[in-house]
């Protein structure tokens, strides 16, 4: 079965500092992999994908993942954090064999960006 | 402009009665789902359909019901057998590519 697992519930980093949000998974073979972006009371949007390939992704907003196979883990980051990166972060672990929007997500990970 | 539309954004509703949640899309997409979002818990798969006339259980559809009678449209019911029907409802399409999915704006649904 899959599962997702984003270690921390809540993270505080100052403005301009640099971030890193925890993400592991499991999966019985390669999964496909996200990362959502959710602001208080909206919807999700999606800060970037893996699917294979590369294992150091692009995404929006200058974020970045990397997917390490050996550590079951995609990781977001990203350099210097503006305090419009405030919001909760979701990791999940898509489908390979079912349909295209079928996840699982990690139970988010809070970012309060301080000044 | 393409998108997922979802209405209302706030419901209130007294125990014991079904509501029904309204989304739809002019994205062209397939596949339509729902999800619900409770604090801590991530979001969690309540309905899926891949195309009209056909969906499928997700993790947790005990207590709702969905149809798919046109491709742009896929309405949630909230019936009175959900036993903790507050909280927030997110509704997601896709294509059959690897895009991954788009989410509407939520509707919270209180049930007092």
């Known amino acids: 079965a899959q599962s997702v697992t984003q270690p921390d519930i809540h993270i505080t980093v100052s403005e301009g500092a640099s971030l890193e949000l925890r993400c592991n998974y499991s999966y019985g073979a390669t999964p496909y992999l996200f990362w959502y972006v959710q602001s208080p009371g909206q919807g999700l949007q999606l800060l970037l994908k893996?699917?294979?390939?590369?294992?150091l992704v692009q995404g929006i907003k200058g974020f970045e993942a990397e997917f390490k196979r050996s550590q079951s883990s995609f990781n977001l980051r990203k350099p210097s954090v503006h305090w419009s990166d405030a919001a909760e972060y979701f990791c999940?672990?898509?489908?390979?064999?079912?349909?295209?929007?079928?996840?699982?997500f990690g139970a988010g990970t809070q970012v309060v960006v301080t000044p | 402009d393409g998108g997922i539309t979802q209405s209302p954004k706030y419901l209130f509703r007294k125990e014991g009665q079904n509501v029904t949640l309204s989304c739809e899309q002019n994205l062209n997409h397939d596949a339509m789902y729902w999800y619900r979002q409770d604090p801590g818990q991530g979001l969690r798969l309540i309905y899926y359909s891949q195309i009209v006339n056909d969906f499928q259980k997700g993790d947790i559809a005990e207590g709702y019901s969905v149809s798919r009678e046109k491709k742009e449209s896929f309405p949630l019911t909230v019936t009175s057998a959900q036993k903790n029907p507050t909280a927030f409802y997110l509704c997601a399409s896709s294509t059959q590519d690897r895009v991954g999915a788009f989410f509407g704006q939520g509707t919270r649904l209180t049930v007092v």
């Open positions: 893996y699917f294979s390939g590369d294992t």
């Open positions: 999940a672990v898509g489908s390979t064999t079912d349909s295209w929007g079928k996840f699982q």
